[in-house]
């Protein structure tokens, strides 16, 4: 009997249609399964970013003054802690990452990249201009923003991620909306202690359960280690962190959807990315008891006198 010389169809991508591309497990790295892999993603991502914290809470550069800020109450946190994640989530990529190269170069490239175009913004930015929509009304009236800057730089950091995982191909458009777009969500987020690490942590938690790999867990221990000082109000992530652990999210969703997955994160991206300029989203989380619960779970005690 002659053998069976047809080509192997190629491996489906955990969620939508079967195609070519990284696959859930592409990160993975040679002889580690996709839940060892993860596992060692949470744990070196857990303490990287516990370190970092810890050493420039004690020697901060340039001085306390230069990283506080004034959080939704009056407190103050120091916005190292997006740095710690930075930190975090590079080393634990550089550690757990395997082949194929280009994915690890991807996902270290989003989180350096839009860390530092958060923290530009961060130390720079100014608060009269907020959203797409001032930054953008700024831009017409000739006066570029930090915030121009980090959306522009976003958005390319996004096409270069996007290029590196899917290659010159039409999945390109929406992997790069959804690298963007979490990148800029998990931001928006930023605005309650704890609120953009429970979303980021929820979000990791579904990919680990549609395909386990070290990103994912990666996000998970990093956000774990900072947790207690984001929801103790000794820390917050800024634009820094958040803009890093969103694009992270973006690109391990990118690495595991197929091409209909990608079009629906996207699509839902742009529709909530669109609701932020006219929909507080604090509010629509207060007016709802559920969302409000989770919200407030692990908050330091406020009177009613200081809220």
């Known amino acids: 009997m002659t053998p069976d010389r047809r080509p192997a169809a190629p491996a489906a991508r955990g969620w939508g249609p079967a195609g070519a591309g990284l696959g859930g497990a592409g990160l993975a790295g040679a002889g580690l399964g996709g839940a060892a892999s993860e596992l060692l993603g949470a744990a070196v991502g857990a303490g990287a970013a516990g370190l970092a914290w810890q050493v420039l809470r004690r020697r901060p550069p340039g001085g306390t003054r230069r ?115 979490s990148a800029n969500l998990l931001n928006l987020l930023d605005l309650r202690p704890g609120r953009a690490l429970k979303t980021a942590g929820v979000a990791a938690a579904l990919l680990t359960v549609i395909s386990p790999g070290p990103l994912p867990g990666v996000v998970l221990g990093v956000g774990g280690a900072l947790m207690p000082a984001d929801l103790g109000e000794t820390g917050m992530l800024g634009d820094c962190g958040a803009n890093a652990l969103g694009g992270l999210l973006g690109a391990a969703a990118v690495a595991t959807a197929g091409g209909r997955g990608l079009v629906v994160l996207a699509g839902g991206l742009v529709v909530l990315t669109g609701a932020s300029e006219r929909v507080s989203f604090s509010a629509v989380i207060a007016g709802n008891p559920v969302l409000r619960l989770v919200d407030e779970w692990g908050r330091v005690a406020v009177s009613p006198a200081r809220t």
């Not at 997006?82 to 080393?91: K, L, P, R, S």
């Not at 994915?103 to 907020?130: E, F, I, K, P, Q």
């Not at 096409?159 to 995982?165: D, N, P």
């Open 67 to 181: 990283w506080a800020r004034t959080n939704y109450r009056g407190g103050e946190v120091c916005l190292l802690e997006g740095v710690a994640a930075v930190i975090g989530g590079a080393a634990a990529i550089a550690v757990t990452g395997g082949r194929p190269r280009r994915a690890t170069a991807s996902a270290a490239a989003t989180v350096l990249c839009c860390g530092a175009l958060g923290l530009y913004d961060d130390l720079s930015g100014s608060a009269t201009r907020r959203g797409f929509a001032g930054h953008l009304g700024a831009l017409r009236h000739g006066e570029v923003t930090s915030g121009t800057v980090k959306i522009v730089g976003i958005g390319a950091t996004a096409l270069g991620a996007a290029l590196l995982i899917e290659g010159p191909r039409w999945r390109v458009v929406p992997a790069t909306v959804v690298v963007a777009g």
